[in-house]
C-alpha cells in the first residue's frame, strides 16, 4: 500500500495572502519507518531526552514560535532543511504531490476541495501507472487533523462513486484519515513539505523548495505531481 500524507499552508480566508497549498508525500509502506527514524533523529537535536515531544512544524520554525523561540534561526532552519533533505534523499518509491492555487483565480470554489480533487486524482493516477505495470497496490490519504474533515471525505467518497471530472478513483482503499500531527512524523514532514511550497509561490523563498522539488512524481519527462494553477 502507498500512503500520502497531507497538508495545508496558506489561509483560505486571509485576503493578503494570495496562494493556498494542498501537499505532501506518497510513502510505501515500509518506507515509512525509516523515514521516521530520520526525522526523530532531527527532533533530538533540540531535546535529546525526549525528541518525540519535539514537533516539526515548519512555521513555527522557521518564525520561531512557541518553544521553537529559543533556538537560534539558523539551528532552526538547518533542520528544516534537513528535514527536508530526508525525502529528497529517500528511495525512489517515495515520491512528493502538491498542488497550489491562486485563491483570486478558482473563486467562488472552496480553494481547499479545489486543491484535493487535483491530489487525489494525481494519485489515483500513479496507483494505476504502477498498476499497469504490474504493480498494484491501494492508496490511502492521511491528512493533519482539520476543519476541512467533512467536506474532504463528502468528496472522497464521491470520487469513488460519482467521479471527478477526469474519471473515477479506483485504487483508494477506504476514506481519508485525520490524524494528530503530534503523532506522526510523516504527517509533519507533508506539513514541512507544504510550507516551504507556500514560501516558495507566495513569497519568493526557494531555499526550501529546491531542496526536494526533483521528487515530485513523474514520469516520461513529464511532472505529475505538481501543479501551479493561477490566473
Not at 123 to 146: E, V, W
Not at 174 to 201: K, T
Amino acid at each position: 500500500m502507498h500512503l500520502l500524507y497531507l497538508d495545508d499552508s496558506g489561509s483560505v480566508a486571509d485576503a493578503s495572502q494570495t496562494h493556498f497549498v494542498l501537499a505532501g508525500l506518497s510513502v510505501f509502506e515500509r518506507q515509512g519507518f525509516w523515514l521516521a527514524q530520520e526525522l526523530d533523529k532531527i527532533a533530538a537535536r533540540f531535546d535529546p531526552a525526549d525528541a518525540a515531544s519535539v514537533e516539526l512544524h515548519g512555521s513555527p520554525m522557521v518564525n520561531g514560535k512557541g518553544r521553537w523561540r529559543k533556538f537560534p534561526l539558523d539551528e532552526r532552519i538547518s533542520a528544516m532543511k534537513a528535514a527536508l533533505s530526508v525525502l529528497a534523499s529517500s528511495h525512489n518509491s517515495n515520491r512528493a504531490f502538491g498542488v497550489v492555487v491562486d485563491k483570486a483565480a478558482v473563486s467562488p470554489r472552496d480553494p481547499v476541495e479545489f486543491c484535493f480533487e487535483q491530489v487525489c486524482s494525481r494519485f489515483d493516477q500513479y496507483l494505476m501507472r504502477l498498476h499497469r505495470a504490474r504493480d498494484t497496490h491501494r492508496g490511502m490519504i492521511i491528512f493533519d487533523k482539520s476543519t476541512a474533515e467533512t467536506s474532504i471525505q463528502r468528496l472522497a467518497h464521491n470520487f469513488s462513486t460519482i467521479g471527478h471530472q477526469w474519471g473515477v478513483v479506483r485504487n483508494l482503499a477506504e476514506v481519508p484519515v485525520f490524524i494528530d500531527s503530534h503523532a506522526s512524523r510523516l504527517v509533519q514532514l507533508a506539513d514541512l513539505i507544504a510550507y516551504a511550497m507556500f514560501r516558495h509561490y507566495e513569497r519568493q523563498d526557494s531555499q526550501f523548495f529546491d531542496i526536494f522539488k526533483h521528487r515530485f512524481d513523474a514520469y516520461g519527462g513529464v511532472i505529475h505531481g505538481l501543479y501551479y494553477y493561477k490566473r
